[in-house]
């Protein structure tokens, strides 16, 4: 039986960041692909009424220091050792998401989206400035120019809209959230719950 499995993302989360950095080896132990659905995390929490976790707990520092605790535990688990917090945070999306678009109708997608989660989260670029988009994509052997021109067009912005919509239509309210066929699973710490069931529609 074909699994399917589809990622809801924002480069803008480091929690997508992290779950990027897990996925190939569920898919090594599973052998099923997973399918990157670029969604605005912005769009998402406006559609929804949803905050993102620095508005919902600003008033609450052991809630912030908790959630911090155990990314520092999620890192450690995975040895995720080359992330660093964006001194940027919070980079506004819409042009790297629109570029996502962009990098799946072009078939560049893979390398495209690891360009993108390294520069975010690893190296802690300004991904809502232009010209460290096209320097970032350059480096990474793309054309930066390009995508970068191409995410103007209306229906590269049309299709992020739609994604984002289609997204919170199946019951997104965040991200990462991840799909195994319909059943719905938010967040980083959710993944080995998603690999059980990988498992069980296998």
Known sequence: MSVQVEFHYDFGSPNCYFVHKVIPEIEKRTGVKFSYFPIL???????????SPMQQFEGIPLKMDYMRLESKRFVEEHKLTKFAM???FPVNTVQIMRGAIVAEDAGCSEEYIDAIFTAM????????????IVETLNS???????IVERTQEPAIKETLIRNTNASVERGCFGAPMIFVGDEMYFGKDRL??????????R
């Open 140 to 146: 990474a052997g793309l054309d930066g120019a390009k």
């Open 41 to 51: 995390l912005g769009g998402v929490f406006k559609l929804t009424n949803n905050k």
């Open 192 to 201: 080995g719950a998603v690999e059980k069931e990988i498992t069980r529609q």
């Open 121 to 132: 989260w690893e190296t802690g670029k300004k991904m809502d400035d232009p010209e460290v």
């Open 86 to 88: 964006n001194p940027n």
